[in-house]
């Protein structure tokens, strides 16, 4: 079972809004990731966290927030975004603390955010 | 630095052909090496992956196998199928300092026509 699950599939949002996208995953992974991925490219990463705690910040703006409840939840709040900003936010996680063993990061299904 | 180079898509192919996606890469140590799949729609699935060189990873009727002395990670397949129309992305993990970071290739999307 590799299965991380995101809620919602799509969202759109106007730019004084406030949303959330959610994210689970039961496979018992320490590390989970929020990706954000424009048309026809490769991902990017934003955040990372690691045992519940905020390891990577790649100088996202402050209108994306991420929180990581416990273990198997990770939520990206979002606030007074740019239409720029719309693109399909990925999650995703994976075992142990890093990924040089060979360990494996499982991304979800995505979810499509518009801001109008 | 450390990169992956994909061969510039799209690739067309006809229902039962051969298809080879060629990846190489650029990276210091001895990263994992990965293939995903992203078909319309939908978000990023692993394909295959390969840890060591020499490694053939395999899945779906894909295979890779990772190439230390050519740094590479090509992608093949015997008969594809319309479903395989995607894109695909490979991509390396594991770099000194790198705790969680993949570098990604381009992406090469793959249109297999009836």
């Known amino acids: 079972d590799t299965e991380v699950t995101q809620t919602p599939k799509h969202l759109v949002m106007g730019m004084t809004n406030k949303k959330s996208l959610k994210c689970e995953q039961h496979?018992?992974?320490?590390?989970m990731y929020w990706y954000k991925q424009k048309a026809k490219k490769p991902p990017e990463l934003m955040f990372v966290?690691?045992?519940?705690?905020?390891?990577i910040n790649e100088s996202v703006p402050s209108r994306f927030s991420p929180e990581c409840p416990n273990s198997s939840l990770l939520n990206l709040h979002l606030h007074a975004l740019q239409p720029e900003d719309s693109a399909l936010y990925l999650c995703?996680?994976?075992?142990?603390?890093?990924?040089?063993?060979?360990?494996?990061?499982?991304f979800g299904e995505g979810s499509w955010l518009t801001v109008v | 630095g450390d990169s992956v180079t994909q061969m510039e898509g799209p690739v067309t192919l006809s229902e039962e052909a051969f298809l080879t996606i060629n990846c190489t890469y650029t990276?210091?140590?001895?990263?994992?090496l990965f293939w995903y799949v992203q078909y319309p729609g939908e978000g990023l699935q692993l394909l295959l992956k390969?840890?060591?060189a020499d490694d053939k990873g395999s899945n779906k009727g894909f295979e890779a196998t990772y190439r230390k002395e050519t740094t590479s990670f090509h992608l093949e397949k015997g008969s594809v199928q319309v479903s395989d129309s995607a894109v695909y992305f490979c991509?390396?993990?594991?770099?000194?300092?790198?705790?969680?970071?993949?570098?990604w290739g381009a992406g090469t999307k793959l249109i297999i026509k009836p």
């Open positions: 496979m018992g992974h320490r590390a």
């Open positions: 966290y690691s045992y519940e705690k905020l390891s």
């Open positions: 990276a210091t140590g001895y990263p994992s």
């Open positions: 390969a840890t060591k």
């Open positions: 991509a390396l993990s594991g770099l000194p300092g790198s705790n969680y970071q993949l570098i």
């Open positions: 995703a996680s994976s075992q142990g603390d890093s990924l040089s063993s060979g360990n494996t990061i499982y």
